[in-house]
């Protein structure tokens, strides 16, 4: 029989190696499965310029500062950097290339299997895999027809490629008024939105605006207790200027188009216009159908959870999920307390199960 570990974690970005943490100090043996060659999560996926929209003081994982001065807005490199040194700093037991197919239950126990054919067994689960490989499109009018470039934020980079070009960014948050703004110095860009874009400003009487909700407490405002996920606000933090930009037409903002045609775009008035490419700023959905043997699932495929701990499976427990269980739970500066929590509560699962 293969070895039974106490726990395994599957996902090595900021929400496994948060787990790691905390199941390294309750003496626990585990693993952290990552599907990639690298234990960093997402952010080498993302767009060159990406900025946390939190200071470096509040967006540290537990046990290790973000270096560098505490108010400075670290960038995507920086983030990588820090979650490569994390790792190192505390030894984690990390297996790359290690992408988890499939979960079953055997008895008491978990078998995981992956891509490689390996297969483990454990008494406890954390799945922390976030939702960045299951990027989000809505389905539009047209789609196939389009002869120019259609893509996804994800895989967006820098504005190079696009220099003298058409091109129409649609979504409203944060990624897609940064990736517009940068956009907009290189090639004529537009912000296509099905609601107006609401700012907030970043520095309220001189402190980032993070400083404040963690005060008086609405970050981590506890709506799980009440069953019910946080919301997710739309609000784009203005870190440099984009609400002078988007006035000033750098980009320009417009009703979401209503259908695709070979050339381009049928604008809400009927205007067609020609254009190069289309980035859909979506976002993203959850994507945990190895999940689904152990119906850990609900009909939408997302996963059946109060606070983190499955509401189907024993043993079961989830990090990073949006909202999971406060309004920073799928940031660096929430799942640290998320991972707290889950541990917490999976510890005293597993002494009584002994």
Not at 78 to 85: K, M
Not at 189 to 213: C, E, M, N, R
Request: charged content about 20%; some cysteine; aromatic content about 12%.
């Amino acid at each position: 029989m293969k070895e039974c570990l106490d726990v395994i974690v599957i996902g090595g970005g900021q929400a496994g190696l948060a787990s790691g943490y905390y199941l390294q100090k309750k003496g626990l043996s585990f693993l952290i499965l990552e599907g990639s060659n690298h234990a960093t999560g997402s952010w080498p996926h993302y767009y060159d310029s990406l900025k946390l929209f939190s200071p470096a003081q509040l967006s540290s994982l537990p046990g290790m500062k973000m270096p560098g001065k505490k108010r400075r807005y670290p960038i995507r490199v920086e983030v990588i950097r820090y979650l490569q040194d994390y790792a190192k700093k505390f030894d984690l037991p990390i297996r790359t290339n290690q992408r988890v197919t499939r979960v079953e239950r055997n008895g008491n126990y978990f078998v995981i299997q992956t891509e490689t054919g390996h297969v483990y067994q454990t008494k406890a689960l954390i799945n922390a895999t976030g939702s960045f490989h299951n990027p989000y499109t809505p389905e539009i009018k047209g789609r196939e027809s389009f002869l120019g470039e259609i893509l996804h934020s994800s895989t967006y980079r820098n504005p190079d490629p696009y220099t003298g070009k058409r091109v129409v960014v649609v979504g409203r948050g944060n990624s897609a008024i940064q990736i517009a703004v940068e956009l907009a110095d290189h090639c004529k860009t537009s912000l296509a939105v099905l609601q107006p874009v609401q700012f907030v400003k970043q520095k309220v009487w001189g402190l980032d605006l993070h400083y404040w909700i963690r005060a008086i407490g609405i970050d981590t405002f506890p709506f799980w207790r009440f069953g019910k996920q946080a919301p997710v606000s739309s609000a784009v933090a203005d870190l440099g200027d984009y609400k002078t930009k988007l006035k000033a037409g750098m980009p320009d903002q417009r009703d979401m188009f209503t259908s695709f045609s070979p050339e381009g775009i049928i604008w809400p008035d009927g205007t067609h216009e020609v254009v190069d490419t289309v980035i859909f700023a979506t976002g993203y959905r959850p994507e945990l159908s190895f999940l689904e043997p152990i119906g850990a699932l609900n009909a939408e495929g997302r996963p059946l959870q109060l606070g983190g701990v499955s509401l189907q499976v024993p043993g079961l427990y989830f990090v990073g999920l949006e909202g999971q269980r406060s309004f920073a739970s799928a940031t660096l500066r929430g799942v640290g307390p998320d991972a707290k929590y889950v541990v917490k509560k999976l510890y005293t699962y597993l002494k009584r199960s002994d």
